[in-house]
C-alpha cells in the first residue's frame, strides 16, 4: 500500500521561509510521479508543484514559480517542497500525494498545516 506521510509545516512570518517533507512508504515504479496541493479554508484544493522520480523533471503552479522548488531523494523515498518568500496567501494545509498507473493521484497524506501571518 502506497501511503505518503507529510511533515514540515508550521507557523511563520511573511517572507519566511518552510521545507516540507513528504515520505512515500510502498511506492512502486508504476508510482512515478509525487506532488504537492494545498487547500485554504473555504477553497478547493489547487496543485502546487510535482516531481518525477525517475526523470527529475518538475512542473509548478505559476503561483508559487520563483519561490517553492521540488525535489526528491529516491533512496529515501521522500520529497520535499521548499518554500521560500511566503506570503499570508500560502497558508493552507499542504498535501502530498503519489500518481498511480491510472495517471490519477489515488494516494493521499493526512496534510500538514503551513499558516503565514503578516
Known amino acids: 500500500q502506497v501511503q505518503p506521510v507529510e511533515s514540515g509545516g508550521g507557523l511563520v512570518q511573511a517572507g519566511d521561509s518552510l521545507r516540507l517533507s513528504c515520505t512515500v512508504s510502498?511506492?512502486?515504479?508504476?508510482?512515478?510521479?509525487t506532488g504537492w496541493f494545498r487547500q485554504a479554508p473555504g477553497k478547493e484544493r489547487e496543485f502546487v508543484a510535482r516531481?518525477?522520480?525517475?526523470?527529475?523533471?518538475?512542473v509548478y503552479a505559476d503561483f508559487v514559480k520563483g519561490r517553492f522548488t521540488i525535489s526528491a531523494d529516491n533512496a529515501k523515498n521522500t520529497v520535499y517542497l521548499q518554500m521560500n518568500n511566503l506570503k499570508p496567501e500560502d497558508t493552507a494545509v499542504y498535501y502530498c500525494?503519489?500518481?498511480?498507473?491510472?495517471?490519477?493521484?489515488?494516494?493521499w497524506g493526512q496534510g500538514t498545516q503551513v499558516t503565514v501571518s503578516s
Open positions: 500525494a503519489a500518481r498511480g498507473a491510472s495517471g490519477r493521484y489515488e494516494d
Open positions: 510502498g511506492r512502486t515504479f508504476k508510482n512515478d510521479v
Open positions: 516531481i518525477n522520480w525517475k526523470r527529475t523533471d518538475t
